[in-house]
């Protein structure tokens, strides 16, 4: 698909350059189910930001990227988005366990973001109904670099261990919530990750075409972004034979 000067100069600055790397068809294939699993479940999520281009052209760090635009300035963030957020994040591994059965590295930087957003749930935000509203976290010293303030934490071993129980909890439910999404829309996100096989990137008119052709239902923020974009796609791939999954023992 080809762009203009300015939108591929706009695509560097907010998803980064591109890597001239050559991947595998292993690779191109996790590549584009991870990516649709993030796109997806963003598409689906009624407080998601709109989801705007897919990509799998590597770029920066990553091998893939989807680009969220949200659709005013937010100074405060609900525990509702923060927990929408969590989903989406989560959407890209959620994706390779419902497909391929297994797990990659891919969502390494997916689970770092993840982490610290649950952990700051809990410790700074009061969003845990076991702790309550108390906050559990030091201001960071502003002489010291955004690091570690040298004073020791005022909660307990046990407090600390239910912490880390909460935020288990938290990103556990945002997980099987994406696993949950991913397997109702299975065709979907194969149709997403058969279109960016084919052209790689994919932009907002494009995606909401695979999800009227599907028949998924488009968040209400989503349907508000203007779909500007080519909206060519390929022909709909041959029914797929159903997925039986393994007995359990």
Not at 9 to 25: C, M, N, Q, T, Y
Request: net charge negative.
């Amino acid at each position: 698909m080809c762009e203009s000067t300015e939108l591929q100069a706009l695509d560097k600055i907010l998803l980064g350059a591109e890597r001239p790397l050559v991947l595998s068809e292993e690779d191109l294939n996790v590549t584009a189910y991870h990516e649709g699993g993030h796109a997806l479940t963003g598409l689906l999520l009624e407080g998601s930001d709109p989801v705007t281009k897919v990509t799998i052209v590597p770029r920066g760090q990553a091998l893939g990227v989807t680009m969220y635009t949200p659709l005013d300035d937010r100074y405060n963030y609900s525990k509702e988005y923060l927990l929408t957020r969590l989903v989406t994040a989560l959407g890209g591994r959620a994706a390779e366990q419902v497909i391929f059965n297994h797990v990659t590295t891919g969502a390494e930087n997916d689970l770092q973001r993840v982490t610290s957003i649950a952990r700051q749930m809990v410790m700074r935000w009061g969003m845990s109904k076991r702790l309550g509203t108390v906050s559990y976290s030091k201001r960071e010293s502003p002489f010291m670099g955004g690091g570690d303030t040298g004073v020791p934490t005022d909660y307990s071993e046990e407090t600390a261990e239910l912490i880390d129980e909460e935020v288990q909890v938290i990103v556990r439910s945002c997980y099987d919530q994406a696993i949950e999404l991913l397997t109702t829309y299975r065709p979907t996100l194969d149709r997403l990750a058969q279109e960016l096989r084919r052209q790689e990137t994919i932009d907002i008119k494009q995606l909401h075409a695979i999800m009227q052709e599907t028949g998924a239902p488009i968040s209400a923020a989503q349907r508000q972004v203007p779909s500007q974009g080519t909206g060519v796609l390929a022909p709909p791939p041959p029914p797929m034979e159903p997925v039986i999954p393994p007995d359990i023992e």
